[in-house]
Nanobody, 126 residues
Framework: QVRLAESGGGSVQAGGSLRLSCAAS????????MGWFRQAPGKEREGLAV????????YYADSVKDRFTISQDDAKNTVYLQMNILKPEDTAMYHC???????????????????WGQGTQVTVSS
């Protein structure tokens, strides 16, 4: 059974930083596409960043590419999302998602990810 477990969310002031973690129950060093999405109340789910674990290639949404960094630690089967210069509009539930044994074409389409974590809340106050 594949499981993804997010952690690291919390409440911070604008300008602060958080690092989210996504621990997978399967090996991440193989060729997988693992990403981070978020959803704020009343808004659609938004793709933020993805990493192709076979090569380390990363892709980012324009809204976060200068502030967020996705990375992997294969020894821990974990993918991270380092979030800097947080803004109130970053407030949302953040989810980790994965496609195992697949590349990251169309990475920001949440419908293409069969595995999801429960999410971790990020709240940024002004």
């Amino acid at each position: 059974q594949v499981r993804l477990a997010e952690s690291g969310g919390g409440s911070v002031q604008a300008g602060g930083s958080l690092r989210l973690s996504c621990a997978a129950s399967v090996d991440t060093y193989t060729r997988n596409c693992m990403g981070w999405f978020r959803q704020a109340p009343g808004k659609e789910r938004e793709g933020l960043a993805v990493i192709y674990t076979g090569s380390g290639y990363t892709y980012y949404a324009d809204s976060v590419k200068d502030r967020f960094t996705i990375s992997q630690d294969d020894a821990k089967n974990t993918v991270y999302l380092q979030m800097n210069i947080l803004k109130p509009e970053d407030t949302a539930m953040y989810h980790c998602a994965a496609r195992f044994g697949a590349r990251c074409y169309g990475w920001d389409d949440s419908r293409t990810y069969p595995y999801w974590g429960q999410g971790t809340q990020v709240t940024v106050s002004s």
